[in-house]
């Protein structure tokens, strides 16, 4: 069966990445949970998870069901496709570390050599971290490049699914969405139905899953069940013999300006109900995470129509999307230091130094795509 390639979705991971950096330089400001500039930026990590749930079943249902693939060559594959920037974003961390020190993360400085070599090996492995290991002491499970907490709970997705989710029936995979759909509701609104959770000054919260402990294993469990699956049962809801096409009416441009703008939105809307009412925040986590994200990659699921330069740009975006994810950080926490120290600098100032660091952020990623991403992975395949 021939596959088709979903540009809109390529290009759509591009924005959601982008809005993730741009997302991470706004906590420089403030890491308050409600008086964040971009609140909901967290948010995107539960988008990625819906489109790679769509696009493995897309990738690898039919060879998995056929026995074209086996389950080793599957695991190969991943392997392959994520580790190479994992390596890189964790070397990466290791050259910056020692210039990250600050008021922020004054534990730097008395952190060792064979520390810092003991975490570059743990973070190569997938091995997180205890709150009380990391010097940074901000409770993070990874210490060189925080964004790689996603790609745990990623791998737990994938393994789940070659091993035993690709052979359910879309009922029994629809059993499976409902069941992670209970544990989502349950952490956003701090139900706490079977007490992995505990209290805080602002509950009702899913931005979790990045610190290695029971809580934020159970909330990234869920984020990741319900998003990933819930991807993989909209594929198997579309026949693929027949690929999904949105309203004729509807061009490419106009379908992915206005996914692009779905994904913006949640992003820059403010915070709902403020610490009096924080429950409304978790209705809106639930509503964005459970409904709009896989409607938006409903509406996203085009085949490979769009050609031109907006086709470029989707191919590019999309390309370019997983380096920036986990390039980004390393450079984040320097901004993150030299804000700590230039704090009273004049607004300009911390305009371009912000400006700077995403374009930084920019550079890096791309830098790192054409040199050793793509490379790397073209050699082991």
């Known amino acids: 069966m021939q596959r088709h390639r979903y540009e809109i979705l390529d290009g759509l991971r591009g924005v959601a990445a982008i809005m993730v950096v741009i997302f991470h330089i706004s906590e420089a400001f403030s890491y308050d949970p409600v008086y964040k500039h971009l609140n909901h930026g967290f948010l995107c990590v539960?988008?990625?998870?819906?489109?790679?749930?769509?696009?493995?079943?897309?990738a690898y249902l039919e060879r998995l069901t056929t026995h074209k693939m086996s389950i080793w060559s599957f695991i190969k594959t991943r392997l392959i496709r994520l580790q190479p920037m994992v390596l890189f974003g964790i070397v990466l961390g290791a050259l910056l570390f020692y210039f990250q020190e600050s008021n922020c993360y004054p534990g730097i400085a008395n952190a060792s050599l064979t520390y810092l070599m003991e975490n570059m090996l743990l973070g190569f492995l997938m091995i997180p971290i205890t709150p009380e290991m990391n010097v940074r002491a901000n409770g993070e499970m990874l210490l060189l490049n925080i964004p790689q907490w996603s790609m745990i709970f990623e791998y737990i997705a994938?393994?789940?699914?070659?091993?035993?989710?690709?052979?359910?029936?879309?009922?029994?995979?629809?059993?499976?969405?409902?069941?992670?759909?209970?544990?989502?509701?349950?952490?956003?609104?701090?139900?706490?139905?079977?007490?992995?959770?505990?209290?805080?000054?602002y509950p009702c919260s899913i931005n979790?899953?990045?610190?290695?402990?029971?809580?934020?294993?159970?909330?990234?469990?869920?984020?990741v069940g319900y998003?990933?699956?819930?991807?993989l049962l909209m594929y198997r809801l579309i026949n693929p013999a027949q690929?999904?096409?949105?309203?004729?009416?509807?061009?490419?441009?106009?379908?992915?300006?206005?996914?692009?703008?779905?994904?913006?939105?949640?992003?820059?809307?403010?915070?709902?109900?403020?610490?009096?009412?924080?429950?409304y925040d978790g209705i809106f986590n639930l509503?964005?995470?459970m409904a709009l994200f896989p409607l938006t990659v409903y509406i996203g699921a085009k085949p490979a129509t769009t050609g031109g330069r907006l086709g470029k740009a989707c191919d590019?975006?999309?390309?370019?999307?997983?380096?920036?994810?986990l390039a980004h950080y390393p450079i984040v926490y320097l901004f993150f230091a030299w804000i700590d120290t230039h704090h009273g600098s004049?607004?300009?100032?911390?305009?371009?130094?912000?400006?700077?660091?995403?374009?930084?952020?920019?550079?890096?990623?791309?830098?790192?795509?054409?040199?050793?991403?793509?490379p790397i992975r073209r050699f082991l395949r």
Not at 316 to 325: A, K, M, Q, V, W
């Open 46 to 58: 539960d988008f990625f998870f819906v489109l790679s749930g769509f696009v493995i079943g897309h």
């Open 316 to 325: 590019f975006l999309g390309r370019i999307s997983y380096p920036l994810y």
């Open 287 to 289: 509503v964005c995470v």
């Open 227 to 231: 998003s990933f699956f819930v991807g």
């Open 208 to 223: 979790a899953g990045w610190s290695f402990t029971s809580e934020h294993f159970y909330i990234g469990i869920a984020r």
């Open 346 to 374: 004049p607004l300009s100032i911390q305009a371009f130094a912000s400006a700077s660091t995403f374009i930084l952020s920019l550079l890096t990623a791309y830098a790192a795509m054409i040199l050793w991403d793509e």
């Open 243 to 279: 690929p999904h096409s949105i309203p004729s009416k509807y061009s490419p441009t106009l379908t992915f300006a206005l996914c692009s703008l779905i994904v913006i939105a949640v992003v820059c809307i403010e915070q709902i109900g403020g610490y009096e009412r924080p429950i």
């Open 158 to 201: 994938n393994l789940a699914f070659c091993f035993f989710v690709y052979k359910f029936s879309k009922r029994s995979l629809f059993v499976l969405v409902c069941a992670f759909a209970l544990l989502l509701i349950d952490s956003a609104l701090t139900l706490n139905i079977f007490g992995m959770l505990q209290p805080h000054d």
